[in-house]
Nanobody
Framework: QVQLGESGGGLVQAGGSLRVSCVAS????????MGWFRQAPGKEREFVAA???????YYADSVKGRFTISRDNAKNTVYLQMNSLKPEDTAVYYC???????????????????WGQGTQVTVSS
């Protein structure tokens, strides 16, 4: 069993930056594909970014060039660095883990078995 815990959310002005972290316990994440998703009030959960066990990264078009996903396997932690934040980035951000890894799809919530509790990111205009 894997437990995921996000931290680092908060309130920031438009144009600012935040880094959210996801720490895992229970299993090593080195072979897992990891993803970040977000959900705004009244909207469906949407893909933000993912990183494969190999280190290859993927981004939603809406965040490409502004967000960077990374992982530190020694710390069992995945990060999402968010720059040039916009009010439309406001959402609860969730970390997710797919233990099967490999070349499985990374952009769909149903591909992930484990989820964190989420961390709120609010961007003011």
């Amino acid at each position: 069993q894997v437990q995921l815990g996000e931290s680092g959310g908060g309130l920031v002005q438009a144009g600012g930056s935040l880094r959210v972290s996801c720490v895992a316990s229970g299993r090593t994440l080195s072979n897992y594909n990891m993803g970040w998703f977000r959900q705004a009030p009244g909207k469906e959960r949407e893909f933000v970014a993912a990183i494969r066990w190999s280190g290859r990264t993927y981004y939603a078009d809406s965040v490409k060039g502004r967000f960077t996903i990374s992982r530190d396997n020694a710390k069992n932690t995945v990060y999402l660095q968010m720059n040039s934040l916009k009010p439309e980035d406001t959402a609860v951000y969730y970390c997710a883990a797919d233990p099967r890894g490999g070349l499985r799809p990374v952009g769909t919530p149903t591909e992930y078995d484990y989820w964190g509790q989420g961390t709120q990111v609010t961007v003011s205009s």
